[in-house]
Structure formats: structure tokens, C-alpha cells
């Protein structure tokens, strides 16, 4: 019980700490079941990038971020992230800032209908200074956004895992992202255009 106020109120305290103002009435439990949330809305802000973006859903404003997917950063605030996003995907350090500008504007174009969110309310850590939740995706042509992203050479297999809201395993879900990512690496698309020996 302790743990779990602990738990709960941590972000409140960083929040408050860097001047945002959240209430814990604001933040959702962690909940088992999975909660399908339709008609969600793409909220612009600096700080979206291709796996983490601000979202109105259910009529409140929260950070969500795609389990299992990672683009690339589109700043050069993580130095290191950005040197070990570089290696995996054979380009330039300064490659990556391009391509992870390239990665949120497609997530922004893609998410500009209105989309179904996946969610159990599980707390994704970030940079943000407000709660992070872990969340799939369904675009509004039904298709996953992870998966869409990985297609276009736009991210790579990284990041939290877990079974999927259409019950998928980890395994059988990580497999076929991890397929997905190497067909667009041999059709050299996205990212994988830039990468040693494309050019």
C-alpha cells in the first residue's frame, strides 16, 4: 500500500518541483485490463517526438509513448542516445538529429485523424516532467503505429515490452516488428537510406 502512494505520488513531487502543476486525481491507476480509448487527438508540442507525443484523450491532455518502438532523437540533448542510435543504424551522429526530425513528422501527419489508444496506464519514464503512460497505437486505417513507423525505416525494435492488447506475446509481437525492421533495412527506406553502404 505504502509502495504503491509511493509510487503514485513521485511524479506529483517532480512535477511540482519543476513548476508544473498536477493533481493526483489527474494521474489514472495501473489497471490490468487493457482501456481501448477512441477518438483520441494529436496535441502539438516541441517536445512530441516519433515514439512520444502529447495527446487529448478521453478529453484530458497526456503524454503517451509506443512500447517497443524507438526513433531517433530529433535533439541533441542525449549525447550518448544519439551516438548509440547512430551505431545501430550505420549514419552520423548528426544523422540522427535529421532523421529523428524526419520521424516526427510523420508520427504528426499520421496521428492527424483522430486514433484509438491502448493503454493500461503503466508509467513509461522519460525526460517529460508530467506522468508518461505506455501506449498503443491504432491509427485511424486500423493499422498499428509501431509497426507503420518500423515499414517506413523510421525506428528501430527498442524500448518496453509487453503482451499486446490483442493478446500477443512478447515473443510473437517482438518477432514480427523485428521483421519488419530488417525488410525496410533491405529496402534501405527511411533511414536505413543514410546508413554505411547505402550511399
Known amino acids: 500500500m505504502l509502495q504503491k502512494s509511493f509510487t503514485k505520488l513521485l511524479p506529483l513531487a517532480l ?25 483520441c487527438e494529436y496535441l502539438a508540442n516541441k517536445y512530441n517526438d516519433g515514439d512520444s507525443f502529447q495527446a487529448k484523450v478521453a478529453n484530458e491532455v497526456r503524454w503517451l509513448r509506443l512500447p517497443y518502438v524507438d526513433t531517433p532523437e530529433a535533439d ?11 551505431k545501430h543504424f550505420g549514419i552520423s551522429p548528426s544523422e ?38 505506455s501506449a498503443f497505437i491504432e491509427l485511424s486505417d486500423g493499422r498499428d503505429l509501431g509497426e507503420v513507423l518500423l515499414s517506413m525505416g523510421l525506428a528501430r525494435v527498442k524500448g518496453t515490452k509487453m503482451n499486446t492488447p490483442k493478446g500477443e506475446t512478447v515473443e510473437v509481437y517482438q518477432a514480427r516488428l523485428e521483421k519488419l525492421e530488417a525488410e525496410a533495412k533491405a529496402r534501405g527506406v527511411g533511414i536505413w537510406a543514410h546508413a554505411a553502404g547505402k550511399k
Not at 17 to 34: M, Q
Not at 76 to 86: D, I, K, L, P, S
Not at 111 to 130: E, I, K, N
Open 96 to 133: 540522427v538529429t535529421t532523421a529523428g526530425k524526419e520521424a516526427s513528422v510523420a508520427t504528426a501527419k499520421l496521428l492527424s485523424q483522430p486514433f484509438t489508444v491502448y493503454t493500461r496506464w503503466a508509467s513509461a519514464a522519460g525526460s517529460t516532467r508530467l506522468p508518461r503512460f
Open 15 to 39: 512535477a511540482f518541483c519543476l513548476g508544473d502543476r498536477v493533481r493526483a486525481e489527474d494521474i489514472p491507476d495501473k489497471t490490468r485490463a487493457w482501456n481501448k480509448i477512441p477518438a
Open 76 to 86: 541533441e540533448r542525449f549525447a550518448t542516445r544519439n551516438e548509440e542510435q547512430a
